[in-house]
């Protein structure tokens, strides 16, 4: 096996261990709804939502960067340039992220002075981590871009798929450094901040997760490339076209200009549009090669993403995305309905479809099958689906007493919070989280076991080259 | 904007993505087995896109440019599994002619 997929193989099992430390972090944060004084005094529900939401990021960014180590070698026919650097990187990537974690655990917060912001955390949603960890992962994302660049650049071609993603990597590692700077202005900050959060996951994530499952598609169904890169460049255009002023939906209540309620309501209405599209894709491509591959669960896992991301980030999105309802849902867990169900179907059923790609060559399986990727999939799948109706349940809920009947006072929102449909929403978020737990693990246990009886069987049969 | 109309704009709003949706998976499958019952089906989806899209633009507390945003999608959404079909189907064959 090459350096490159050596490397994937450790970012992808990064990644799932991760996905773990993220599914934990968020069934605390759920606890907590349910039993406000639970761990009082050790650790807060602003700690654990924190862990929660950062290592959903951790997760899937390692996720898309053992994807891409592992499908470079195979698109340049070379080692990727700086591999070194990428393999030193990825430890040290690792050990921030562990020590950040600790931090957040153990320290939780500092004084009101520039060094807490160098030292302990920055206090800004997502983008948490201290400053020698932004540095960090700047550096590792600029490593990371170069390893794409510099390895079309020393093999001296490039197809249009990697061209894309080469392309991709300058804002990138541009917006990350939007993480950096203290603005205090707060409506300034979150001006610029939403370009990192929106610009990263609704522009350049999407064209690196489009270019991912291309890649995907191709190995597993052995569709030309050809015929993946006319559909990367068609959905590119409309993800891109809609999505970059779609970034106006986060402007509506942040104190910038009345016009943003126009351009943020408009291109965020057109988004659902491309996703049609891929819907359609995904029917057609499982129709013609019949549904057969020889990894199911990656295949599976694909299709998921497309509807997945039809459903969290279409209707969902839809739901909440005219200025008129915006105004009553945002910042209520119907919004959180919409970013759980748009994550999960937009990039975390891509990287486990790529798990599974992974696995399959790694451990030289002829097919990759069996009940337990069953279970998982369907644990996850649905304890997901549970998940984000119970948060629509309650956001609603928020929404109609809470908003737009109590008018946002804090007795309306304590009477929110007590009404019966936000308490129900809450317990079977909670109940639905259990069991995506239980897929969760369910899903570790298959990645570890599928296959090693058999790849042992071919080792036994053909000796070590 | 009343509380039950926000409910009721809201869920007819997220009711006319799904049914798109729904048109789209019927009318795909459709077009694979070359089912007449399963086009109709997809017919159906976009006649409830299209009703729920009218009831909105009648009777939803949103300003004019936005009902006419609305009523757009709802045609463009006619279009998309047609020419995304046409165009899947298009570039398969021009593949299978080169290879």
């Not at chain 1, 559909?231 to 016009?259: A, K, N, Q, R």
């Not at chain 1, 126009?262 to 029917?283: D, K």
């Not at chain 1, 486990?352 to 992974?358: F, G, M, P």
Request: aromatic share 14%; proline share 4%; net charge neutral.
């Amino acid at each position: 096996m090459s350096r490159s997929k050596a490397l994937a193989v450790k970012y992808l099992a990064a990644a799932v261990l991760f996905f773990g430390v993220m599914t934990l972090a968020g069934l605390l944060s759920a606890t907590y709804y349910i039993n406000p004084d639970f761990l009082f005094g050790y650790l807060h529900f602003s700690t654990a939502k924190i862990l929660h939401i950062d290592t959903m990021i951790i997760w899937l960014l390692m996720g898309f960067m053992g994807a891409v180590y592992w499908f470079l070698p195979d698109e340049f026919g070379c080692e990727p340039a700086g591999i070194a650097a990428a393999e030193i990187l990825f430890w040290v990537f690792v050990a921030a992220v562990l020590v950040v974690a600790a931090i957040f655990l153990f320290v939780q917060w500092g004084p009101a002075i520039e060094s807490t912001l160098w030292l302990f955390q920055q206090g800004r949603k997502y983008v948490e981590a201290p400053r020698w960890a932004a540095i960090g992962i700047a550096a590792v994302m600029l490593v990371f871009a170069w390893n794409v660049i510099g390895t079309a650049l020393k093999a001296h071609r490039i197809t249009g798929l990697m061209a894309v993603m080469s392309v991709n990597m300058v804002p990138l590692v541009l917006l990350y450094l939007i993480a950096l700077p203290k603005i205090d202005n707060m409506a300034v900050d979150l001006y610029w901040w939403w370009w990192l959060v929106h610009l990263w996951v609704e522009a350049t994530w999407e064209i690196l997760i489009s270019c991912i499952m291309a890649l995907t598609i191709m190995r597993l169904l052995g569709t030309s490339r050809r015929i993946v890169e006319g559909w990367l460049y068609i959905e590119i255009s409309l993800v891109l076209g809609t999505g970059i002023l779609g970034l106006g939906h986060h402007y509506f209540w942040i104190g910038t200009p009345d016009y943003w309620l126009g351009i943020g309501g408009f291109f965020s209405a057109l988004e659902p549009l491309p996703l049609l599209g891929m819907v359609v894709h995904a029917v057609y491509d499982a129709g013609v090669h019949r549904m057969r591959t020889t990894n199911r669960p990656a295949f599976y896992w694909t299709l998921a993403e497309a509807f997945g991301n039809f459903l969290g980030g279409g209707v969902f999105g839809f739901m909440i995305t005219l200025p008129q309802l915006n105004l009553f849902a945002h910042g209520t867990q119907w919004t959180v309905s919409h970013g759980h169900f748009a994550f999960w179907g937009a990039y975390a059923c891509g990287v486990l479809s790529v798990c599974y790609i992974a696995l399959q060559e790694q451990r030289r399986l002829a097919t990759v099958d069996g009940p337990g990727w069953i279970w998982a999939f369907v644990l996850l799948n649905g304890g997901l689906v549970g998940m984000v109706g119970s948060l629509l349940i309650a956001g609603m809920a928020q929404a109609f007493f809470e908003r737009a009947i109590g008018g946002s006072t804090l007795d309306a929102f304590i009477a929110g919070q007590e009404n019966p449909w936000f308490r129900l929403g809450i317990y079977s978020r909670f109940g639905f989280g259990l069991m995506f737990a239980a897929g969760y693990l369910t899903l570790a246990w298959n990645l570890l076991a599928v296959g090693r009886q058999q790849s042992a069987a071919v080792a036994r049969a053909v000796p070590a080259e | 904007m009343s509380p039950p109309a926000l409910l009721l704009t809201s869920l007819s709003l997220g009711l006319m993505v799904l049914a798109a949706g729904a048109y789209a998976l019927l009318y795909g499958i459709g077009r694979l087995k070359n089912s007449r019952a399963l086009l109709i089906a997809a017919a159906c989806a976009y006649g409830l896109l299209a009703l729920d899209a009218a009831v909105l633009v009648q009777a939803a507390p949103l300003g004019q440019a936005w009902k006419l945003l609305i009523a757009a999608s709802a045609l463009a959404y006619l279009r998309i599994p047609p020419l995304t079909w046409w165009y899947l189907q298009r570039t398969h064959r021009d593949e299978g002619a080169h290879t």
